[in-house]
């Protein structure tokens, strides 16, 4: 699935997009799936354990900015996670052995109205011992400089693990002017739906609003090697293992020198980025 110079975009730049990974029955499927559990909203007046609403959002106009742990929410999620050419693109960069770390994230931008994403790196959220972990986006929709596109900064996976936290608490988000961190070379992703973007667990990267009509839809998985071990702990051996999608587990983790910074004290607001970030003073994208 990926060519040498795919690879090598990967390796120095920390992302890469491959067009045309799922085929258009399966897109469509995923679509579907997706959409029923949006319906779900209706009615609610908060928060689930299963949906982030938007800020807009009303009982009767249900907006929805986020479904958490997709995986869990229907079987079709747990044959994405699974999916052979997505574990084909996956081998070539961290090996044949690949652990989903937990239930993901379906990151719903609505047409004019969807939330930005404020510049972060996903490591300082869940360091490991080893840096063989990564993100998967799974597009939903065609993704481009109009609809709030995924933003990288190429060549920061190789830099340091900046600062998430906020008067003394983890926010899950860089003030990049404080610690002075230049995003001016910052690239925009773009795609067509069934296409993925994969981007290593250091890269600094974020989104901004969403100002088009039309809405980008986001399945997004991490995955890591399974000799990578969360620096969290695990809690449960049997659960860990269970979110093995490719190849066989180990108890003999892999450990490299790697920059950490813990994230405690745990964010202010639970629940996911979006609510973790409220506390950032200096947000970069305007709302």
């Known amino acids: 699935m990926l060519t040498e110079r795919q690879v090598d975009q990967y390796k120095a730049d920390g992302y890469v997009v491959v ?19 949006v319906a779900e909203a209706y009615g609610l007046t908060e928060h689930t354990s299963k949906l982030d609403l938007d800020p807009a959002h009303t009982p009767e106009n249900p907006l929805v900015r986020r479904i958490k742990h997709p995986y869990f929410a229907h079987p079709f999620y747990q044959t994405i996670a699974a999916y052979q050419p997505i574990m ?15 239930g993901g994230k379906v990151n719903l931008k609505l047409a004019g109205d969807g939330a930005a994403v404020e510049w972060h790196q996903d490591w300082a959220f ?14 939903l929709d065609d ?10 900064l190429p060549g920061s996976h190789k830099g340091p693990i900046y600062d ?10 860089i003030d990049v002017k404080q610690q002075s961190v230049d995003v001016s ?28 009509s039309r ?29 093995i999608v490719h190849g066989n587990g180990t108890l003999r983790p892999r450990l490299e020198n790697v920059p950490v910074r813990m994230p405690l004290p745990a964010a202010s607001n639970q629940g996911s980025i979006y609510e973790n970030q409220r506390t950032l003073k200096n947000k970069y994208f305007v709302a």
């Open 88 to 102: 084909a693109v996956l081998s070539t960069l961290i090996g044949e052995d690949i652990r989903l770390r937990t």
């Open 185 to 212: 070379e910052a690239r925009e992703l773009s795609g067509s739906a069934g296409a993925i973007t994969v981007h290593h667990a250091r890269l600094v990267h974020g989104s901004a609003v969403n100002r088009s």
């Open 215 to 243: 809405a980008r839809r986001i399945l997004f998985y991490v995955y890591a090697s399974c000799d990578a071990w969360p620096l969290m702990g695990v809690s449960d051996l049997d659960e860990f293992d269970g979110m």
């Open 164 to 173: 998430h936290h906020s008067q003394g608490v983890f926010c899950g988000a």
């Open 143 to 152: 993704m481009g400089s109009d609809n709030g596109p995924l933003l990288v």
């Open 19 to 37: 067009e045309n990974v799922l085929g258009v029955d399966t897109l469509s499927q995923l679509r579907q799936v997706t959409d029923g559990l």
């Open 126 to 139: 869940y360091p490991h011992t080893n840096q063989d972990v990564l993100a998967v986006g799974i597009l």
